[in-house]
């Protein structure tokens, strides 16, 4: 799997720094100093790095991963079994960021037909509005706003996915009256109001829409419940999370009114986070040049990435890692020694071979 510096010595290598949502100081300086001494500038911004392109005439290519990883459960040590590198961030997403500190440092890509820019950020996995990227991209990185295509190196198992779906968790409470357990006539449980309206979202039958060839599920799940206060109460007050998920080419307030609706019978429904569909980039020459010269399956994204972040700026956006996106978050999350070889060897193809699409 390569020289002595193989991308599995460099990711066991990040593996080793720990990275949780908040504490990603020691990974961005560690990163920070091992591009700086490849000669490219390197901006820090809080715990967030970007690599700004050259300003020349070719097509700008941004790469963007993040650096934070979820917390680890008995895997926050690396090691390595056969081709197997295992530990907390392997495939979500340390695999990428090995792929990306090796492109930016090569110099065949510097002087390949595109000019290359690099995002790497704080805060992807928390809460929307403490993911670093939108704060980014509307100040220090801004220059992003001209690419041609972005490239955001999220776990895809070296197979391309386009677009994201949209999100919105709310929460509707349903009401009853509270009363001693012994005595449940006295009272109305929150569960029995609440149990017509749960089982419909059970049978929930997720919809298949299609964008160009690529076919994206909505759906919606209920993912959290809370109800009682005591185990000899009568539950006067049930309050459920509602997940819902829908396609590209809905906006916003589409989404939002379309989960409102689901969630219509109860007493009380509050939106609690919400994040807009990534746009499949069809037709955009660079995006359809990624496509035909990979020659790669290329797949809809069912889950939410940041390409939502950068669709918004109207950038051709694109998921493309080398992790199982199976893997990610889980106790035995781990990627494959070939996995990124080869999402390197594509990219880097793509990068240096050929004329400007």
Same mark, same amino acid.
Request: hydrophobic share 45%; with cysteine; aromatic share 6%.
């Given at each position: 799997?390569?020289?002595?510096?193989?991308?599995?010595?460099?990711? %066991?290598?990040?593996?080793?720094?720990?990275?949780?949502?908040?504490?990603?100081?020691?990974?961005?300086?560690?990163?920070?100093?091992?591009?700086?001494?490849?000669?490219?500038?390197?901006?820090?911004?809080?715990?967030?790095?970007? +690599?700004?392109?050259?300003?020349?005439?070719?097509?700008?290519?941004?790469?963007?991963?993040? #650096?934070?990883?979820?917390?680890?459960?008995?895997?926050?040590?690396?090691?390595?079994?056969?081709?197997?590198?295992?530990?907390?961030?392997?495939?979500?997403?340390?695999?990428?960021?090995?792929?990306? =500190?090796?492109?930016?440092?090569?110099?065949?890509?510097?002087? /390949?037909?595109?000019?290359?820019?690099?995002?790497?950020?704080?805060?992807?996995?928390?809460?929307?509005?403490?993911?670093? #990227?939108?704060?980014?991209?509307?100040?220090?990185?801004?220059?992003?706003?001209?690419?041609?295509?972005? +490239?955001?190196?999220?776990?895809?198992?070296?197979? +391309?996915? %386009?677009?994201? #779906?949209?999100?919105?968790?709310?929460?509707?409470?349903?009401?009853?009256?509270?009363?001693?357990?012994?005595?449940?006539?006295? /009272?109305?449980?929150?569960? !029995?109001?609440?149990?017509?309206?749960?089982?419909? *979202?059970?049978?929930?039958?997720? %919809?298949?829409?299609? =964008?160009?060839?690529?076919?994206?599920?909505?759906?919606?799940? %209920?993912?959290?419940?809370?109800?009682?206060?005591?185990?000899?109460?009568?539950?006067?007050?049930?309050?459920?999370?509602?997940?819902?998920?829908?396609?590209?080419?809905?906006?916003?307030?589409?989404?939002?009114?379309?989960?409102?609706?689901?969630?219509?019978?109860?007493?009380?429904?509050? *939106?609690?986070?919400?994040?807009?569909?990534?746009?499949?980039? +069809?037709?955009?020459?660079?995006?359809?040049?990624? #496509?035909?010269?990979?020659?790669?399956?290329?797949?809809?994204?069912?889950?939410?990435?940041?390409?939502?972040?950068?669709?918004?700026?109207?950038?051709?956006?694109?998921?493309? !890692?080398?992790?199982?996106?199976?893997?990610?978050?889980?106790?035995?999350?781990?990627?494959?020694?070939?996995?990124?070889?080869?999402?390197?060897?594509?990219?880097?193809?793509?990068?240096?071979?050929?004329?400007?699409?």
């Amino acid at each position: 799997m390569g020289d002595d510096r193989s991308l599995v010595n460099e990711l %066991v290598d990040l593996i080793r720094i720990p990275s949780v949502t908040g504490e990603e100081a020691a990974i961005a300086s560690h990163l920070r100093d091992r591009l700086a001494a490849s000669g490219r500038p390197v901006v820090s911004d809080r715990t967030s790095l970007l +690599i700004p392109p050259p300003e020349d005439g070719r097509p700008l290519i941004v790469l963007a991963g993040h #650096l934070d990883t979820v917390p680890p459960r008995g895997n926050a040590t690396p090691r390595v079994e056969g081709e197997w590198v295992w530990g907390r961030g392997a495939a979500d997403m340390k695999g990428g960021l090995a792929v990306l =500190v090796r492109l930016m440092e090569d110099a065949a890509v510097a002087s /390949g037909w595109a000019r290359l820019g690099a995002i790497l950020y704080a805060g992807e996995e928390g809460p929307l509005d403490e993911n670093d #990227l939108k704060r980014l991209l509307d100040g220090s990185g801004k220059w992003a706003e001209g690419a041609a295509l972005a +490239i955001l190196l999220e776990p895809t198992d070296v197979q +391309i996915e %386009v677009g994201c #779906l949209g999100v919105v968790n709310l929460e509707a409470t349903f009401l009853g009256e509270a009363c001693h357990s012994a005595r449940p006539w006295t /009272g109305r449980s929150a569960i !029995g109001e609440a149990l017509p309206w749960l089982e419909r *979202i059970l049978r929930f039958e997720n %919809v298949t829409h299609s =964008v160009g060839p690529f076919l994206f599920r909505e759906t919606a799940q %209920v993912t959290l419940l809370k109800a009682g206060a005591a185990r000899n109460m009568v539950p006067g007050e049930l309050t459920a999370n509602l997940n819902y998920r829908y396609p590209p080419g809905w906006d916003p307030e589409r989404g939002r009114a379309a989960a409102l609706t689901l969630a219509e019978e109860a007493a009380e429904v509050r *939106i609690v986070d919400e994040a807009p569909a990534g746009d499949v980039p +069809i037709g955009r020459p660079v995006f359809d040049a990624f #496509l035909a010269r990979t020659g790669l399956p290329a797949r809809a994204k069912q889950a939410w990435t940041d390409v939502a972040q950068l669709s918004r700026l109207g950038v051709p956006a694109v998921n493309f !890692g080398p992790g199982d996106p199976a893997l990610a978050h889980r106790d035995d999350e781990r990627v494959h020694g070939d996995a990124l070889d080869g999402c390197l060897s594509v990219l880097r193809r793509f990068l240096i071979e050929g004329e400007a699409p």
